[in-house]
């Protein structure tokens, strides 16, 4: 992926998907903006960040250019607070946030910082000035379309993460950019960005393995209790990382592997440790997936000012939710989902029963069918500053159209 990732503002759903990683690599020096307000320990330390991301949907590109990351103690720290510490991207630069998949990252420099604890960072973007388009999409199959970015370019992104800086020590963070759930495709036909970017350490774990690179699409995720940590796509050969888990967050995570037009699939009970790999397939037995049919659930997200993300959830066997595949309400509330579904999954196995398998060694896993889970789903409506609200749908034999929700305030 490319810096491109570094655009979104945290929100707590698990999914990931971009990480950004301030490094020298990339140039770019470090410069306060006053020293009121610090509160940190005796001592200089250093802050190292760098970019990842989550493959996007439905795009060949998703581009930013960034100008800065800011940092500061306090989590509720504005604009005109004293004591922002500012790391420049010197010069600014522009990455295809579709570049960093499957573990690579971008690296946008390294300062030093007052040894302590720190809550608060801002990414903040160059603007689109011009005709040249410093941030911007390009749709599968279309042209360079603006994306817009208001708040990025103005106060920046705003992530909430604490981490300590240690005196004479070096803090490495990397955020990650998930760019699927961060694009609103407009009614319009205009693009802007409603970040999703998570904040993850550097040296943690990573899970490997290869699907057969033959189904195109493949979307590939580790996920806890149905949040997503971490997601990717497989390179050509079909092989894939999911790279900065923390076993500090969850020592065990379940995989999820899911493809326009197939059952998806998944390995449930799979441990990390940390600086670890874990291999869950290989290049002479990869996990592939069944064709299955597929049938559309939709409706409105209100109202239209939540922004609302919905997501399909499904129990597969005894792993009781993972997510199979979300999306982004448009400006007018709309939003559809695709899900695998078939039209009478009495005789099993039915060709959208996703596959299980619980994780063990040796290779190859052995999955088998959850026939009792095919087509059917939780439709869940979420938004920052509101109630998550949920729907149950049954796609057996037909669209679910008109599942709408309202979402309330949350108190």
């Known amino acids: 992926m490319t810096l491109a990732n570094l655009v979104a503002p945290l929100r707590q759903i698990a999914t990931m998907a971009v990480a950004i990683v301030l490094a020298a690599a990339c140039g770019g020096g470090g410069s306060g903006s006053g020293g009121g307000g610090m509160s940190t320990g005796q001592g200089m330390g250093s802050?190292?960040?760098?970019?990842?991301d989550a493959p996007s949907c439905g795009f060949d590109e998703v581009n930013i250019t960034v100008d800065r990351v800011r940092v500061h103690t306090s989590a509720t720290a504005d604009d005109s607070t004293s004591g922002w510490q500012d790391l420049m991207v010197t010069p600014p630069h522009k990455v295809n946030l579709l570049d960093l998949t499957n573990g690579?990252?971008?690296?946008?420099?390294?300062?030093?910082?007052?040894?302590?604890?720190?809550?608060q960072l801002r990414l903040v973007l160059k603007p689109n000035a011009g005709g040249a388009l410093a941030n911007s999409v390009v749709p599968t199959g279309g042209t360079e379309q603006p994306l817009d970015?208001?708040?990025a370019t103005q106060s920046g992104l705003k992530l909430i993460h604490e981490f300590t800086v240690p005196a004479g020590g070096l803090a490495d963070v990397v955020l990650d950019f998930d760019a699927c759930k961060s694009i609103?495709?407009?009614?319009?036909?205009?693009?802007?960005?409603?970040?999703?970017i998570a904040v993850v350490p550097r040296a943690v774990a990573e899970i490997v393995g290869n699907v057969a690179p033959a189904i195109s699409g493949m979307r590939i995720s580790a996920?806890?209790?149905?949040?997503?940590?971490?997601?990717?796509v497989p390179d050509a050969t079909g092989a894939f990382t999911l790279a900065f888990l923390d076993p500090a967050v969850a020592p065990n995570v379940d995989v999820v592997f899911a493809a326009p037009g197939f059952a998806s699939a998944v390995v449930s009970a799979v441990p990390i440790a940390l600086q670890g790999t874990t291999r869950v397939s290989t290049a002479a037995t990869p996990i592939t997936l069944p064709a299955s049919p597929t049938r559309t659930a939709s409706g409105h997200a209100l109202p239209v000012s939540a922004a609302?993300?919905?997501r399909a959830v499904q129990a597969v066997g005894a792993v009781p939710k993972v997510e199979i595949a979300s999306t982004n309400a448009d400006t007018t509330g709309a939003y559809s989902l695709i899900l695998p579904a078939a039209d009478a999954p009495t005789v099993p196995p039915s060709p959208a029963a996703p596959l299980l398998a619980l994780y063990a060694t040796p290779l190859p896993l052995v999955?088998?069918?959850?026939?009792?889970?095919?087509?059917?789903?939780?439709?869940?409506a979420a938004a920052d500053g509101f109630v998550t609200t949920s729907q149950d749908v049954d796609l057996t034999g037909g669209d679910a159209t008109g599942v709408d929700f309202t979402l309330t305030p949350a108190p």
Request: glycine share 14%; proline share 6%; charged share 10%.
């Open 223 to 232: 996920q806890v209790g149905g949040t997503v940590m971490r997601t990717t």
């Open 308 to 310: 609302a993300g919905v």
């Open 367 to 380: 999955f088998t069918p959850q026939n009792a889970s095919a087509s059917k789903y939780t439709l869940e």
């Open 184 to 196: 609103v495709r407009r009614g319009n036909g205009t693009f802007g960005l409603k970040p999703v």
């Open 47 to 52: 802050l190292r960040v760098a970019l990842t």
């Open 149 to 151: 970015t208001p708040s």
């Open 104 to 119: 690579a990252l971008q690296e946008l420099g390294q300062m030093a910082l007052p040894g302590g604890q720190y809550t």
